[in-house]
């Protein structure tokens, strides 16, 4: 049998999505067929996120035994965060941690998710809070154990990458805070999210002046917003919810007054 196009698909995949740094299992799955190989790459290759869940769907279903099964779950996980579909996104990371316990990717995609879709008002508020926390938490404990995913990443590069992937950990603990309107902790940890990635990232500067409005620190919040502002690259949906934010805090600064 040969293997060689699947090498390459997986060598695409891993730079293209980093896929093989989002667990600490560290574990390298080998095929078992070209069927098994072809029915990855169709999973690879999926045009669209609904024909990339029925591509996984088929694999695990084709091929109950793969060793490839962490990987297309924690792809399909990824791919409902990119629909937007909460509910599968627990399901498939559900699936994806019984598979694999240290997929700190998974756990970091579903502290976000559940975070962001939890209300003030919930009936299991806390319950659901208390889960992403566990989530962010133990993404943290094993992210420190992740290796390499490629000889060619230096050990400056992975050092970095971990620290991004502890940083959107801590914007999870700091989103899980805002809900909980605890707003001296949501600081803190948006401040650590940001001070441990490499590139500052426009939504959690707005998450955090969001933060800063709610907790009456409107100045800082007005200043951050401008920072968002002046971010060539930064996407324009969250441009203009920083200057909703802005113009929120101003607002409320004025009436203050």
Not at 213 to 233: E, H, M, N, R, W
Request: with cysteine; glycine share 4%; charged share 30%.
């Amino acid at each position: 049998m040969r293997f060689n196009g699947f090498v390459r698909a997986i060598a695409v995949c891993a730079m293209a999505t980093g896929l093989w740094a989002q667990s600490a299992s560290n574990k390298q799955p080998k095929p078992k067929s070209n069927k098994e190989v072809e029915a990855f790459n169709s999973m690879l290759q999926a045009q669209d996120p609904d024909a990339r869940l029925a591509a996984v769907e088929k694999l695990l279903t084709t091929f109950a035994d793969t060793e490839f099964k962490p990987l297309a779950l924690y792809l399909a996980t990824a791919t409902a965060e990119q629909k937007g579909d909460y509910e599968k996104i627990i399901i498939y990371g559900d699936r994806t941690l019984e598979a694999d316990p240290k997929n700190y990717g998974v756990m970091l995609i579903m502290a976000r998710a559940i975070a962001s879709r939890t209300r003030e008002f919930d009936l299991d508020k806390e319950e659901k809070l208390t889960r992403a926390t566990k989530l962010a938490d133990d993404a943290l404990k094993v992210i420190p154990e992740g290796q390499k995913p490629r000889p060619d990443i230096t050990d400056e590069q992975w050092e970095g990458a971990k620290k991004d992937f502890a940083g959107q950990a801590h914007e999870a603990k700091g989103m899980i805070a805002a809900v909980r309107k605890k707003y001296d902790d949501a600081i803190a940890e948006y401040k650590q999210a940001m001070e441990m990635s490499a590139q500052k990232d426009p939504t959690t500067m707005v998450r955090l002046a969001t933060v800063y409005t709610d907790s009456g620190k409107y100045d800082d919040a007005i200043a951050l917003c401008d920072q968002v502002s002046a971010i060539a690259d930064a996407p324009p949906q969250v441009k203009q919810v920083a200057s909703q934010t802005k113009a929120k805090a101003a607002m409320a600064k004025a009436q203050k007054k």
